[in-house]
């Protein structure tokens, strides 16, 4: 127990000082947050609420997914090529208690960029919402954002470090867009809303939506999310076993 806490508090670090970490998961949704907020007016309506209140849970979102996939691709990629996974298997740390310390350290990250960016909704742009409607809807999004932790993961075991990079920075910003987190959904053309309602960030952004709009999340959203949450975990356990395979053959 004491190394597998010693091991996250060094991702915890790891994270910190990352820089592409701090840029895709923190400055880039804060960014895009005020310059959109502005462009459109923070007090318009959408889906039942205000516009400063519904990008914020899309930003939010954007935030923790740009955490999972830029976050970790790279370093489980440069950490694979290096063979520091078969250097932990020769210490007290099993590989399943390495690969978690790494998804809890990028799950805590997750609550404190949502802290981050409601921080400035609230402050800055004046978001108003029920003591519930904050914790449920920032709990959701940084939880959620465990399906996209797994992602970042299974590209970092599929891909080098260059490529992860590139990969994971690809899926980000088409999942982003597609997912309806850039732009009010119903501006998008009738064929770019039908594709959002396949997307996991959709799905991840439309339960905190519906809560701060005061409506009651769809059933569909947790299955459809949950859904690619197997996925995703299904194929790293299957890559993962396909290495040990062939290094053992």
């Known amino acids: 127990m004491r190394s597998w806490l010693q091991q996250s508090k060094v991702e915890i670090l790891r994270n910190v000082r990352n820089r592409r970490f701090f840029v895709f998961s923190l400055l ?3 960014g895009f947050y005020l310059l959109y907020v502005h462009l459109l007016g923070a007090h318009k309506q959408i889906g039942g609420t205000t516009w400063a209140t519904y990008y914020m849970m899309s930003m939010a979102t ?5 955490a999972g996939l830029n976050g970790l691709s790279s370093r489980i990629a440069f950490e694979r090529t290096q063979g520091w996974l078969r250097l932990v298997q020769t210490t007290p740390l099993s590989s399943i208690h ?3 310390t790494k998804i809890v350290a990028n799950l805590l990250m997750n609550m404190a960029e949502v802290v981050v960016l409601f921080l400035v909704g609230g ?4 978001v108003q919402l029920t003591v519930a409607q904050w914790i ?4 959701w999004i940084a939880f959620g954002g465990l399906a996209f932790i797994v992602l970042g993961i299974l590209i970092g075991q599929i ?3 260059d ?3 590139v990969i994971a920075s690809a899926a980000y910003f088409i999942l982003s867009i597609t997912g309806g987190l850039w732009f009010p959904l119903n501006s998008l053309p009738p064929l770019m809303q ?3 309602t396949y997307m996991p960030t959709y799905h991840l952004a439309h339960v905190a939506w519906q809560l701060v709009s005061g409506k009651s999340p769809s059933f569909a959203d947790f299955a459809v999310l949950l859904c690619y949450f197997v996925v995703f975990t299904a194929l790293a356990l299957w890559v993962t076993a396909r290495r040990r395979d062939v290094r053992t053959a």
């Open 62 to 66: 954007f935030s923790v997914v740009g």
């Open 163 to 165: 490529a992860s990079q």
């Open 159 to 161: 891909a080098g470090m």
């Open 194 to 196: 039908h594709v959002a």
């Open 98 to 100: 390495y690969v978690t």
């Open 123 to 126: 402050a800055v742009e004046h």
């Open 136 to 139: 449920l809807s920032g709990l």
């Open 28 to 30: 880039l949704p804060v």
